[in-house]
């Protein structure tokens, strides 16, 4: 994105040289640890220990514990499993698709949005296994020869998801890894501690930067692009499928794949920029993490919030030129039953609020953009309760119908996967190198050597 | 001064290029086979309209897919569109060209649809529930206000683009601001034109990705079209040397993601529909996968995705200007199959066939759109002389 009409200002700041970005960026991990990180870990501590404690009580007291109930038998185990893989996407459009499409921009927040990736798809994760009612038997998810004679039904999404989400995982894993290497080596030649030199060493797989090294690593590394690029698209449209291949409506529709994707990168990179403006903040890493990509950020989720926009849109058009009885009351049920507010905010968090980001004064206000952030990740959750709840509550037939709401175990559950995610971010920032040192000195102006891959 | 003067003159297009000796041949196979169709009109009317909408619709879908990708362009920037914006522009210019072409649908609307059928309509409660919005005059009153939006884009974009190559500076900013509005507009007006024109031939039938759908089709129409342009003017042309395999490469990359771009949405809706099993919906499907329709949706699946997937795939085909070429022409044709499978079975459920004035009809607006795109090339330099991002399309690796 050379964007031709403005000078949006440089992606990496004036006056660094091959060292001061190494020395800037490795301090993180290196020098002493700060107060902040200690209270931030602290507190997303606690809020992971909330997710244990309700854990706990699901696996001795069962699902029951939780608002689900016919004939809402899908509620905030399957929107926060939606919600937090969306999440992911941001981080693998950005390390994949960018790369392929030759945007340096990406450099300075690949790594991280990659970490942030990696932990959105584990507490994703444990969601639909949390949800089995006795998660111990996980692995009857997976098509394997047994004794039973039982195979997974393999014309079920909820099948597909298994797949599709563990290879997410493996990839993204993977992916993030090898990115890693030449920094861990990094790490390992400046750690000044024994166990970290011995750990940083282990992980590094004895990188010593040769040339023969750097083109391996290129070539691995862009073939992990190419087999990244698709997971982009894939994981979150076999997510729609578990709601499209069904027939209720609010679920069954066309558009679901392609609107859900937006969605996702929508939320993902609402979420980057959640964590971002703090971190860049607390860290001094505004030279590296420029306005130009705050505001390039802004604009991916000004047009993907566009393209879910469409998607409501085109729902409420169709229900009512579809002419079906069932369609056009899910939409009037959305839009005046008993969950009219839920959907009143969703349209105010996710479509209304974030049409700021038109206005380049908002895009580099960073206090606005980080509010308009913050709306569009409430708003996301906001989406997937209004598709999952409000469709379920009232089916075909009124003598069923019924009200959800959660129960305090399910919010626990859902804060304390926040905390999980937080406690696994702070102790990443901690122990790993945020940004991706080596690709970072590729912009400065000292190395016009041009990536050629592509 | 003079030697810039030189260059620009240099990148124009010479008068005796082959794409300004077909000018003549263009316009007259397009009046050929306009007058042959109109002919064949006198023998069969319904015949005539029902080819004549898939033949409009085919150029129209290049046309759409280039105005959707050049303001795409002047959003994101990027060497890919620097070298293929000037061939944008003139195939956005036959906008006009395509309203005037856009007439005989409306002559025909009562042969054409359903809901323009009173008879029908009055013995049909769905199509009386729809006729709020599928009547004729709303039709037309739309039809006008869809052009309207698209030349009024069409003309700003022509306009500000000479502009700029006069030198005024803030036309790039007002270029990127159109666009950005543009691009939403465009996203509205056109899903409603692919429901109004298409969708609305099988009247009960609805999906709500089908403006997506198709609209994803005319962005690989568009983009294999500009691809064949390029070529021919590198190849003897005033681009030769200026665009590298760097940009071919770029362009075919772009055009690899919108064929797999096309294979998903495609899929998608298969799908969904398909494990829904909803009888409002499965007859979209059902009258295009028997009577011998089946085999062209196996044509498609095998030389709209697979085939073109599988050799996409090599980096070196996507550098070589006439290989990539020979791809893009192989696509377009392809392309051609799925309009036809899009437009065509609502006319014939069950029965595959092909009928002359299909060819005629098709060859006809073909011929005339050509003519229309090859004029837009005149008098301008190909590239664009103080584009930002030139230094870009010359050397950037």
């Known amino acids: ?454 | 001064m003079s030697s810039a003067m030189d260059d620009r003159s240099r990148l124009m297009l010479p008068a005796d290029h082959p794409l300004f000796r077909v000018r003549p041949l263009a316009l007259g196979a397009g009046a050929i086979g306009l007058a042959v169709s109109l002919a064949g009109a006198l023998i069969d009317t319904t015949q005539f309209f029902q080819s004549y909408l898939f033949g409009f619709l085919f150029w129209f879908g290049i046309a759409m897919g280039s105005l959707a990708l050049l303001m795409i362009y002047h959003v994101t920037g990027g060497a890919w569109g620097s070298v293929i914006r000037r061939s944008l522009e003139s195939a956005v210019r036959t906008i006009p060209v395509l309203a005037v072409l856009f007439i005989p649908v409306v002559v025909g609307l009562q042969s054409l649809y359903e809901w323009a059928d009173a008879a029908k309509v009055a013995h049909d409660p769905l199509l009386q529930h729809k006729s709020v919005y599928l009547n004729v005059p709303f039709f037309i009153g739309r039809a006008v206000l869809y052009f309207v939006v698209w030349t009024l884009l069409a003309v700003f974009l022509s306009r500000w683009s000479e502009a700029q190559e006069n030198g005024e500076p803030r036309a790039i900013g007002w270029l990127e601001n159109l666009s950005r509005g543009g691009l939403v507009a465009l996203g509205l007006t056109f899903t409603f034109a692919a429901v109004d024109w298409a969708m609305s031939l099988e009247p009960h039938w609805y999906s709500t990705l089908y403006g997506v759908l198709v609209m994803g089709g005319c962005l690989l129409s568009a983009m294999a079209f500009m691809i064949q342009v390029t070529a021919l003017l590198t190849k003897n042309g005033p681009l030769s040397g200026v665009v590298q395999p760097m940009q071919f490469h770029d362009l075919g990359k772009l055009m690899f993601a919108f064929v797999m771009l096309w294979a998903y949405f495609s899929l998608s809706q298969l799908l969904i529909i398909w494990s829904g099993n909803l009888p409002e919906e499965t007859p979209w499907y059902l009258k295009r996968m028997s009577g011998g329709w089946e085999y062209l949706g196996l044509c498609l699946i095998l030389f709209h995705f697979a085939l073109p997937f599988v050799i996409l795939l090599s980096r070196d085909i996507k550098r070589n200007a006439r290989l990539i070429a020979t791809v893009a022409l192989f696509i377009l044709c392809v392309r051609v199959l799925e309009v036809y499978w899009l437009i065509t079975p609502a006319f014939s459920p069950h029965h595959a066939r092909v009928h002359w004035l299909d060819v005629t009809a098709w060859l006809g607006v073909g011929g005339v759109w050509l003519w229309a795109f090859t004029g837009g090339l005149r008098g301008r330099a190909l590239i664009v002389w103080n584009d930002p991002s030139l230094p870009a399309a010359g050397g950037h690796a």
Not at chain 1, 45 to 55: E, K, W
Not at chain 1, 209 to 238: F, Q
Not at chain 1, 309 to 330: D, T
């Open chain 1, 1 to 454: 994105m050379s964007a031709p009409a403005r000078d949006l200002g440089p992606i990496i700041g004036p006056g660094h040289t091959f060292e001061t970005v190494t020395d800037k960026i490795a301090a993180v991990v290196l020098s002493e640890t700060r107060k902040g990180w200690m209270l931030g870990f602290g507190i997303s501590f606690v809020l992971l220990t909330i997710f244990l404690q309700c854990v706990a009580v699901l696996f001795v007291r069962g699902i029951g514990i939780w608002g689900i109930n016919i004939p809402v038998g899908w509620g905030f185990d399957i929107i926060n499993f939606v919600w937090w893989i969306g999440i992911g996407h941001a981080g693998t459009l950005i390390s994949a698709i960018l790369l392929l499409f030759r945007q340096t921009w990406r450099t300075s927040i690949n790594r991280f949005a990659e970490a942030m990736t990696l932990f959105a798809v584990a507490c994703a994760g444990l969601y639909p296994i949390l949800h089995l009612g006795r998660p111990w038997l996980f692995y009857w998810l997976l098509p394997y020869p047994n004794a039973m004679g039982m195979w997974p039904n393999f014309r079920s999404p909820l099948m597909w998801d298994v797949f599709a989400v563990s290879t997410y995982a493996t990839v993204s894993a993977l992916f993030w890894f090898v990115g890693l290497i030449p920094d861990l080596a990094t790490l390992r030649d400046r750690s000044t501690s024994k166990v970290g030199r011995i750990i940083y060493g282990i992980l590094a797989m004895g990188w010593r930067g040769s040339a023969r090294h750097w083109n391996r690593y290129e070539t691995a590394y862009l073939l992990l692009a190419g087999l990244s690029t698709p997971l982009v698209v894939s994981v979150h449209s076999v997510v729609s499928f578990d709601f499209a291949v069904g027939i209720i409506p609010g679920w069954h529709a066309t558009i679901f794949p392609p609107y859900f994707v937006a969605g996702a990168i929508y939320a993902g990179f609402a979420m980057v920029l959640t964590l971002t403006i703090p971190l860049r903040r607390y860290y001094g890493l505004e030279d590296f993490i420029t306005m130009r990509h705050i505001n390039y950020m802004a604009r991916v989720m000004l047009a993907t919030g566009l393209v879910v926009a469409y998607g409501y849109m085109m729902e409420i058009f169709m229900a009512w030129y579809s002419g079906n009885p069932y369609e056009s009351f899910m939409v009037k049920n959305r839009l005046t039953g008993p969950y009219k507010t839920l959907y009143a905010a969703l349209i105010l968090t996710n479509v209304i609020i974030p049409q700021l980001l038109w206005f380049q004064r908002v895009r580099t206000n960073i206090p606005l953009l980080f509010a308009v952030a913050m709306s569009i990740n409430v708003g996301m959750w906001l989406e997937r309760y209004v598709i999952i709840v409000v469709s379920l509550h009232r089916d075909f037939l009124p003598s069923s119908w019924g009200m959800y709401a959660g129960t305090i175990f399910d919010y626990g559950t859902f804060i304390g996967t926040i905390g999980l995610f937080l406690t696994l971010l702070f102790l990443f920032i901690r122990l790993l190198p945020m940004i991706s040192i080596f690709e970072m000195r590729t912009l400065l102006p000292e190395a016009k050597v041009k990536e050629k891959h592509a």
